[in-house]
């Protein structure tokens, strides 16, 4: 029974591996199936590209033979050829003689220093890798009394606490922090912020009550300074900006040399700068005087 069934499947492992092999090798005649597909050949077979064309020959490049050159030469030199290989090469040579010369002399008057240096000291050196045993714990150290610095620091601070009347004490705790939540006194407001708001008041009623508005990023759109054009100004030239000094000596032709260029000025000139009268802030300083 268990040979018939093993047959069996052997003869169906073969068929359906024939069967596959078929299935790879078959392709539809065209217009018997809709995926029929004409087979291509390979682009290395038949190229689409120009090929068996004419390439002319210029010769050797003159870097490529001055390179060839100097290798001959070096070769010449050495008394060895050149040879390039991409194969794993064999190693530096290992377990080979070493003659042996003796001690190196500044290896000698290192040991001669070392064994000089442990006479006078009383111990061996010797150096090894293993984790140290660690420095010297709860050892005895006398006692000197305090150091002549540290005692003139003392005095000096006990005799500042008597003039101060205060003992310095020295803490590692955390300090409770400055006073918060004391009185503070309510003296009114200040006359700046008092004649700010009267100012406020005054122009509200000559243009409308100002309501400051935030834009989307949260700056508050206040109004900026006039353009300087918006103003009209008359001359004004005070007594310290007239020239008292006596005229200059000029020729029989006139003052010629002192004469302005009749070029107009880039900058606007004699317009009038109106009075709007005292600053605020000069009218309060004049109050608190």
């Known amino acids: 029974m268990f040979s018939k069934t093993t047959t069996g499947l052997v003869a169906l492992t073969i068929l ?5 092999a078929m299935k790879l090798k078959y392709r539809p005649l065209a217009g018997t199936a809709p995926w029929h597909k004409d087979a291509e050949a390979n682009s290395w077979v038949k190229p689409t590209w120009d090929v068996d064309y004419f390439v002319p020959n210029f010769g050797l490049d003159k870097d490529i033979k001055v390179s060839l050159d ?6 010449a030199k050495l ?7 991409f ?5 530096h040579p290992t377990d080979y003689y070493v003659p042996n ?3 190196d002399k500044d290896i000698k008057v290192a040991q001669a220093n070392l064994e000089e240096t442990e006479k ?10 293993e984790k140290p045993k660690g420095h010297p714990t709860d050892y005895f150290v006398p006692n000197f009394g305090l150091d002549h610095t540290v005692k003139v620091s003392l005095d000096n601070v006990e005799e500042t606490e008597k003039e101060l009347g205060h003992e310095l004490t020295a803490s590692f705790k955390k300090p409770k922090g400055h006073p ?12 700046d912020i008092l004649t700010a708001q009267k100012n406020i008041k005054d122009q509200e009623k000559k243009h409308g009550v100002w309501t400051p508005k935030q834009d989307d990023n949260g700056v508050w759109q206040v109004p900026t300074a006039a353009p300087n054009s918006s103003y009209t100004y008359r001359l004004l030239q005070l007594d310290s900006q007239i020239d008292l000094q006596d005229d200059p000596i000029c020729s029989s032709a006139g003052c010629t040399q002192y004469q302005h260029k009749k070029k107009k000025p880039e900058y606007p000139i004699d317009y009038p700068v109106p009075n709007f009268g005292g600053d605020h802030s000069i009218a309060a300083t004049d109050e608190s005087l």
Request: glycine letters at 10%.
């Open 16 to 20: 359906s591996d024939e069967v596959l």
């Open 180 to 191: 918060v939540d004391y009185y503070v006194p309510n003296f009114g407001l200040d006359h």
């Open 70 to 75: 100097n290798v001959k030469t070096t070769e």
């Open 87 to 91: 194969e794993k090469p064999k190693g």
């Open 101 to 103: 010369f003796g001690l």
């Open 79 to 85: 008394g060895h050829k050149l040879a390039a290989s």
């Open 120 to 129: 006078d000291l009383g111990s061996k050196l010797s150096a090894s890798f």
